[in-house]
T-cell receptor
């Protein structure tokens, strides 16, 4: 079966612009989480969504937002981009929040470069 | 809050050597523990997991045992191959333990290079 699909794979944006990243979870998975990966900070939790509701949010500024659609697909948006937002953004899906003991399945990520 | 501490890398081993990557954790509840692996240019892949004390997770020759008394989940492999070269992340999640948060908390990662 298809895995977690993230689009686009690579993105270059200019400071001050905004960007939208997309994530399609594994069919049947209803929980989607987002993580930011940078060399300095490592992997940091951004948000978790289930049934179109944000269940949890990490310690990121309000410029970072997200949403989940009725088909479980999720998008995250970063407004007023800063150089420090350059990172690999990873999406992970699981059946449901309470099923995460089975492990999350991650996508290949979107590499965002802000110049 | 929750935290995961992994041994600093990088780790360089010869093929067929024994591998240990240490991982200890701090959690408020009773977490599930995971090892993920990341190959160059790719996302994370679940390598193995354990959900309760004394559970042993295993996959592809890798093993890790959930040690509640020492709050540890060390990754081991008896004989590494060149294809095992990757970055390994230890992680925990309190989801299902009543703590309410299902997010993964990751260690900083340990880069493993295996030379022929």
């Amino acid at each position: 079966k298809a895995g977690v699909t993230q689009t686009p794979r690579y993105l270059i944006k200019t400071r001050g612009q905004q960007v939208t990243l997309s994530c399609s979870p594994i069919s049947g998975h209803r929980s989607v989480s987002w993580y930011q990966q940078t060399p300095g900070q490592g992997l940091q939790f951004l948000f978790e969504y289930f049934s179109e509701t944000q269940r949890n949010k990490g310690n990121f500024p309000g410029r970072f937002s997200g949403r989940q659609f009725s088909n479980s697909r999720s998008e995250m948006n970063v407004s007023t981009l800063e150089l420090g937002d350059s990172a690999l953004y990873l999406c992970a899906s699981s059946l449901a929040p309470g099923m995460n003991s089975y492990g999350y399945t991650f996508g290949s990520g979107t590499r965002l470069t802000v110049v | 809050g929750d935290s995961v501490t992994q041994m600093e890398g990088p780790v360089t081993l010869s093929e067929e050597a024994f591998l240990t990557i240490n991982c200890t954790y701090t959690a408020t509840g009773y977490p599930s523990l995971f090892w993920y692996v990341q190959y160059p240019g790719e996302g994370l892949q679940l390598l193995l997991k354990a959900t309760k004390a004394d559970d042993k997770g295993s996959n592809k020759g890798f093993e890790a045992t959930y040690r509640k008394e020492t709050t540890s989940f060390h990754l081991e492999k008896g004989s590494v191959q060149v294809s095992d070269s990757a970055v390994y992340f230890c992680a925990l999640s309190e989801g299902g333990s009543g703590a309410g948060s299902y997010q993964l908390t990751f260690g900083k990662g340990t880069k493993l290079s295996v030379i022929p």
